[in-house]
Structure formats: structure tokens, C-alpha cells
């Protein structure tokens, strides 16, 4: 990812050096500061005096005529050379720095999609944008209080650390002056008006797939998400967007994404690979736990390695990451069977109905004190947010979702794009989002706002299926019927079925054999020995009924090995 590392304080009393090789860096009596990564989503200017500096990371983005500008150096200079520095107007996903008269402002997006860690130590504040880099102010300690909901629901509900001792910056500003952190939370608040705005809606998304100067590259799937950003933009100059998709040739989403591009006699682009070598399949697994913060199993990252391959700075990448968010498919669970849970706030209740199984192999202790945490955690966003009864079960569910799932499922991997290319998610952008909360729930209800717009814009690719997860269904299948279809074809074993999965964890299995008999994984107090026991013998056995558990076992250990060596 592009990355922010840094100490403020005492320089005489803590050095440090840029754990990378950095694209820019800056010092001042009381300052050192790196950043680096990917040249297309770092921004930095000095003065002339050399006394003053601000560094900007991610990708802004502004409303320019009919669409989007994606900021440059000079479109941040404008905003970050005021002495109030107001970035409410900006849509995307970004840290800011500004440092000058010995003290350092940090700016994060109103969404939550970038973030920053900072420290106190004993003579100053070390802070940084990677998790893992901790390790070089601090012993990183993961805070099993704040994991619990990350591990035992679909995502983490609070918006703190994982890691005990560290502040967590998201959704925030704050400045560090005169050895005090000062932080302002600056959270994205819904606008709640007259139900209407679809018009508006499909306005300010066709905005958002016009940017100057960028030609659109569109991760498509067989989803409806990227199809309704597809359907608009079948009616652009091919010139100025193609497509592509990541992963196996044979997928349905990737058939099905072929056969949408057919059908406006186009091509779409697919991008695949080998399993890697056993060494490169250790650096892939390694990197990506580390980076994706225990949001997936680590053998995700076989359809996600492939960012360098088009990485152009002529062109800015979208897909329809949250697109759920609009059609209502989060916790759906909690929306249709815990209504009178979030009236009455029965926190176990809800608890219940967030759950998510990943795996087994944690103690009893640690699960314990996980679903502590977990039970406080929506205790205190339900304290927090608005009362279930003025706004509604529906509402109330969308906001709870962006308030989550954007900082804590969306975020990591966001950050980690950064590091490869220029991208955004369209449906999660501020201009965008003040209209959902002014939609009908019918316009929600089944898709049916996206079904409209598509049908309108691109009829043709209303007559090819959809996909969700590994199983095709009609275009006009309601959701409830598309889970009862998926639920009769997986009992039928009629779904698309890989082994990729499992092939990439054996291509590295003494490495992972190792690893589950390292003195660091047995001796490690929160986990079971009898369980980790079952995983390794199961795993060397090749068990397939295992590969499911170990793929979240490594997700989980090669984190917390890859924050402390």
C-alpha cells in the first residue's frame, strides 16, 4: 500500500529509519517523516523554506463539469495550503498529513476506506498506515477484546485498533502539538429527507464513470453490481473504459462477465495464472495476511494478485465493491428475524444474528473473551447510533453497515490496491451515498432499482444470468428465490466447483507444515492444542475436509506472526 511512517518528538531520544525505500521523505528538529509505495496515489509538497510540508495518499476525487477529476499534486495543494484545511467536498479514500510550526495535522476519509496508526512513546508519537510497521515503536499485542467481532461476526463493529497500546485513526482527524494528540471523529452522517432520488442516483453515478484525463478499467463480474456499471457505460465510447476480470477462465463469473461483453459485441479481458512456485506462494500468503487483516482466508489472494498486471496511470480501476449496500444484502439476517432485538436492543440477540463461522481453533478462554468484546462492541454502536424506532429497521441496518463494514471489511483491501494502481469503489463515494438513505425500500427490494436501470440503459444483459458466489440464477430471480435456488444446488452439488483453493495451500505444504509446528503456534496461550494437533495431522494426511479451517488458521497466524517479526 502507499504508506505513511513517522515520529514526532525527541529525535535525540528515538531513531528511526523508513522500514522501505521511500519516495519522499522530510526531517525537521523534531520530525521524521517517510512516505512511498505507488507513484500514482502519493502526493507531496515542500515549501520553499523547506519548513513546512503536507503528504496526501490514496485518491481524492472532485466534481469537475458532467463527472470526476482524480486530484493531483496541484488540486491537493489547493486544499492543503490554507491554513484551514476543510476536505469535506472531496469524494474517495485518503490519508493526509500537514506539518509546519511544530505541529502535524492527520486528516482520514468521512467513509473510513484509508486509516492510520499512532503511538505514544516515551519522548514523542510514532505513527503509520501499515498494521505490521507497529512493530518498530511497540511489541504489538493483538487486543482479543477488539478482534472478537472481526473473528465471531461478519465483520468488526467498533472502529479500534486490534492492536493494544496503538490509536487507531479512521473516519477522523487530529494533530499531535506540544507533546498532545488531539483527535476530532469526523463520521459520515446520513441525509434524511423525502423518499425520491433515482434519478439522481443513476446521474451521480454515470458522474462517477467520467473521469478526466482517466479511462475506466471495470473489474466486471456476473454479479448485478458491476452489470449496472456496465449497462452505463455500454453507452460510452468504448474508447474511453474497457473491462477485465481476475481469476479462473472457467469460473462463472468470469463466463458470465465473457458472455455480458459479447452481448454488446465487445471482449472482456481475462487475467489468470499458474499456482505459483512453493517460495512465491510463501510471500504471497505472508504479504496478503498481513495487509488484508484477517478480513478473508489467506487463499483469496489468488484472484487478487494480478493489480500490477494493469496497473496504468492512464487509467483508474472500479468495480462495484458495496453495491449490497443499495440492494440491502447486508445482514440480512439481522433485517428480516431482528427487528424486535434492535427495539428492545438485546444485544445477545443481535449477536446471534451477526454471527459468521470461520473456523476452530481457538481455546475456550480466547473465545470468551472475544465475545466480550464483540457483545460491547454492539452495545456501544447501538448506544451511539440513531434510535432503531425514529428511522427505521432498514435504515438503521444501512448505516450500521457503512459505520462497520466499510473500515473493517473494505478498507484493508483498499489500501492494499493502493499500492498497485488507481481505484475506487463507485458505490461508496459521499456524493453518492446522501441519496441512498432517500430511496424507497421497494427500490431496494430485490434489486429492483439496478434491474430498472439496467433494463433501461443495456436491455441485452438483462437476458444472461446472474451469478452469486459459485451458482448462476435468472435476472428477475427475487432474493429470496436466489437463495433457495442456491440452497437446492448445493444440495444437489450443482455448482461450479474448484480446487484451486486447496492446490495453492499444497503447493506451499512444507512451509505450512512447518509453520503448524513451530514453537510459536504451539505455545501460543489462545489457541487449542488438541485443535491445532487435528489441523496439522489432518493437513499431512492431505485431509481436504481440513483445507476450509487452515485457510483461516493462516489467515489468523500469519498475521500476528507478520505484525511482530
Known amino acids: ?64 463539469g458532467n463527472g470526476y ?122 441525509e434524511i429527507g423525502k423518499e425520491n432520488g433515482k434519478a439522481e442516483f443513476e446521474e451521480i453515478l454515470n458522474g462517477f464513470l467520467s473521469v478526466e484525463n482517466k ?10 453490481d458491476s452489470r449496472l456499471l456496465l449497462s452505463l457505460l455500454s453507452n460510452v465510447n468504448f474508447g474511453n473504459w474497457e473491462t477485465h476480470t481476475f481469476g479462473d477462465p472457467d469460473h462463472p463469473d468470469s463466463q458470465i462477465a465473457c458472455d455480458l461483453m459479447k452481448s454488446i459485441d465487445l471482449e472482456n479481458n481475462i487475467i489468470n495464472d499458474v499456482i505459483p512456485s512453493s517460495t512465491k506462494t510463501e510471500d504471497l500468503l505472508n504479504n496478503y495476511a498481513v495487509r488484508s487483516i484477517v478480513t478473508n482466508p489467506v487463499s483469496s489472494i489468488l484472484n487478487l494478485r494480478f493489480y500490477e498486471r494493469i496497473s496504468d496511470e492512464l487509467k483508474i480501476i472500479t468495480d462495484g465493491g458495496f453495491g449490497e449496500i443499495w440492494r440491502r444484502e447486508f445482514a440480512n439476517r439481522l433485517l428480516y428475524l431482528g ?17 459468521h463461522q470461520k473456523a476452530n481453533f481457538f481455546n475456550d478462554e480466547a473465545l470468551n473473551e472475544m465475545k466480550t468484546g464483540a457483545l460491547n462492541q454492539i452495545s456501544n454502536i447501538i448506544q451511539e447510533s440513531e434510535d432503531v424506532q425514529n428511522i427505521g429497521v432498514g435504515k438503521w441496518i444501512d ?17 492494499r490496491v493502493d499500492d498497485f494502481v488507481t481505484s475506487f469503489m463507485q458505490f461508496v463515494q459521499k456524493d453518492l451515498l446522501k441519496v441512498l438513505f432517500n430511496l424507497k425500500d421497494s427500490d431496494k427490494k430485490n434489486g429492483n432499482l439496478f434491474k430498472e436501470i439496467i433494463k433501461k440503459n443495456s436491455p441485452q444483459l438483462t437476458h444472461i444470468q446472474l451469478v452469486k458466489g459459485n451458482i448462476t440464477h435468472t435476472f428477475n430471480s427475487s432474493s429470496l428465490n436466489a437463495r433457495l435456488n442456491a440452497t437446492i444446488k448445493h444440495r444437489l452439488g450443482k455448482y461450479y466447483k474448484s ?39 489432518g493437513f499431512s494426511n492431505n485431509d481436504k475436509g481440513i483445507i476450509s479451517e487452515l485457510d483461516w488458521f493462516l489467515s489468523f497466524e500469519l498475521f500476528r506472526e507478520g505484525i511482530s517479526n
Open 1 to 64: 500500500m502507499s504508506w505513511l511512517f513517522g515520529y514526532i518528538g525527541d529525535l535525540a531520544k528515538f531513531k528511526i529509519n523508513s522500514p522501505e525505500t521511500p519516495i519522499h521523505s522530510y526531517q525537521s528538529s523534531n520530525l521524521l517523516l517517510y512516505a512511498g509505495g505507488n507513484k500514482q496515489t502519493i502526493f507531496h509538497k515542500l515549501d520553499k523554506l523547506n519548513s513546512s510540508c503536507w503528504i496526501a495518499e490514496g485518491v481524492g476525487l472532485k466534481k469537475s
Open 215 to 224: 479511462k475506466i478499467n471495470l473489474s466486471l463480474s456476473g454479479g448485478l
Open 499 to 537: 480446487n484451486l483453493s486447496t492446490e495453492l495451500i499444497y503447493s506451499a505444504k512444507d512451509f505450512i507444515l512447518d509453520f503448524l509446528h513451530s514453537s510459536s503456534v504451539r505455545t501460543y496461550e489462545f489457541y487449542d492444542s488438541n485443535k491445532i494437533e487435528k489441523l496439522a495431522k
Open 69 to 190: 477529476k482524480n486530484l493531483g499534486i496541484n488540486d491537493w495543494d489547493d486544499y492543503l495550503s490554507q491554513n484551514e484545511i476543510n476536505l469535506n467536498s472531496i469524494n474517495g479514500h485518503y490519508v493526509v498529513v500537514k506539518y509546519g510550526n511544530n505541529e502535524i495535522k492527520f486528516f482520514t476519509d468521512a467513509l473510513g476506506l484509508r486509516d492510520l496508526y499512532i503511538v505514544k512513546l516515551p519522548a514523542g508519537w510514532g505513527f503509520t498506515t501499515r498494521i505490521d510497521w507497529l512493530k518498530y515503536f511497540i511489541n504489538p499485542e493483538i487486543d482479543l477484546k477488539e478482534f472478537g467481532s472481526r473473528w465471531l461476526l461478519q465483520n468488526q463493529i467498533s472502529q479500534n485498533s486490534l492492536i493494544k497500546n496503538a490509536t487507531r485513526l479512521v473516519s477522523a482527524n487530529a494533530t499531535i502539538i506540544n507533546g498532545r494528540l488531539e483527535v476530532e471523529h469526523k463520521h459520515w452522517k446520513p
Open 399 to 415: 448505516l450500521f453497515s457503512i459505520k462497520t463494514r466499510l473500515p473493517n471489511y473494505y478498507a484493508p483491501e483498499q489500501s
Open 339 to 355: 427487528k424486535k432485538a434492535l427495539q428492545d436492543r438485546n444485544v445477545e440477540r443481535i449477536f446471534e444474528l451477526l454471527k
